[in-house]
């Protein structure tokens, strides 16, 4: 999956450097040399991550405006770089990771890398992959029925039923996840229920190993989709 990237500098050598480096993790690249114009950019596109030249005027407006103008930039990653002598810190700033100038390619793909991996789990944590699966619901007073999978993600999965079950009396869940030999088995608490048989319900306890392989399958499913 090729995620996106904005770059606000006018340093063309090191934005060349940073082009091979962010194409290398499959990470489109735009670039921006005016920061306010940058700021307007942002505000209207999707940008994954946003790395900052502190080296370029302006930019300590700019990067004040960032933490005010949406609350959805908070969320995106960002990175600064500029000379050891001239780059803020990062507390200042709101950066998640730093640099400094001239670009080391190996400090720069390990930094990059570890901006990567955040987005990356950022959206599949919260990815729900869409199937239609047998799942046993399970009761504090034992009583069993089966019901339908409708969705599932890390935190817990979407079910219908249209047995009458009491949703208010649910402890367990257990169904086969596709292409593995895994069977998911968790202690459950339920999120909400409609009157329509449709239940969410988040995961509260389940088996590490068991944790991992679904974490696992869901990134395959998010990839290949």
Same mark, same amino acid.
């Given at each position: 999956?090729?995620?996106?990237?904005?770059?606000?500098?006018?340093?063309?050598?090191?934005?060349?450097?940073?082009?091979?480096?962010?194409?290398?993790?499959?990470?489109?690249?735009?670039?921006?040399?005016?920061?306010?114009?940058?700021?307007?950019?942002?505000?209207?596109?999707?940008?994954?991550?946003?790395?900052?030249?502190?080296?370029?005027?302006?930019?300590?407006?700019?990067?004040?405006e960032l933490q005010s103008v949406?609350?959805?930039?908070?969320?995106?990653?960002?990175?600064?770089?500029?000379?050891?002598?001239?780059?803020?810190?990062?507390?200042?700033?709101?950066?998640?990771?730093?640099?400094?100038?001239?670009?080391?390619?190996?400090?720069?793909?390990?930094?990059?890398?570890?901006?990567?991996?955040?987005?990356?789990?950022?959206?599949?944590?919260?990815?729900r992959a869409g199937l239609e !699966? &047998?799942? =046993?619901?399970? /009761?504090?007073?034992?009583?069993?029925?089966? %019901?339908?999978?409708?969705?599932?993600?890390?935190? *817990?999965l979407q079910v219908h039923t249209?047995?009458?079950?009491?949703?208010?009396?649910?402890?367990?869940?257990?169904?086969? !996840? &596709?292409? =593995?030999?895994? /069977?998911?088995?968790?202690?459950?608490?339920? %999120?909400?229920?409609?009157?329509?048989?449709?239940? *969410?319900?988040?995961?509260?306890?389940?088996?590490?190993?068991?944790?991992?392989?679904?974490?696992?399958?869901?990134?395959?499913?998010?990839?290949?989709?």
């Open positions: 999956m090729t995620l996106s990237s904005m770059v606000v500098s006018r340093d063309w050598q090191e934005i060349s450097v940073l082009e091979c480096i962010l194409g290398s993790l499959h990470m489109d690249v735009a670039v921006e040399s005016e920061p306010q114009r940058a700021l307007t950019r942002l505000t209207t596109s999707k940008i994954d991550a946003l790395i900052v030249d502190c080296d370029l005027n302006g930019t300590g407006q700019f990067l004040r949406s609350p959805r930039l908070n969320t995106v990653p960002l990175v600064i770089m500029g000379s050891a002598q001239g780059r803020p810190d990062m507390e200042g700033t709101g950066a998640m990771f730093a640099f400094d100038k001239p670009i080391s390619v190996e400090q720069a793909v390990r930094t990059l890398s570890a901006a990567r991996n955040m987005i990356l789990d950022g959206r599949l944590r919260y990815h !699966l &047998p799942v =046993t619901l399970k /009761g504090r007073r034992q009583k069993q029925i089966d %019901a339908q999978l409708v969705n599932l993600s890390q935190g *817990g249209e047995d009458g079950f009491d949703a208010s009396d649910l402890l367990r869940v257990s169904f086969a !996840l &596709p292409g =593995t030999k895994c /069977g998911v088995n968790a202690d459950v608490e339920v %999120a909400w229920a409609d009157d329509r048989g449709n239940v *969410g319900i988040r995961f509260a306890k389940m088996a590490s190993q068991t944790q991992r392989t679904l974490r696992v399958w869901l990134a395959q499913q998010y990839f290949a989709n």
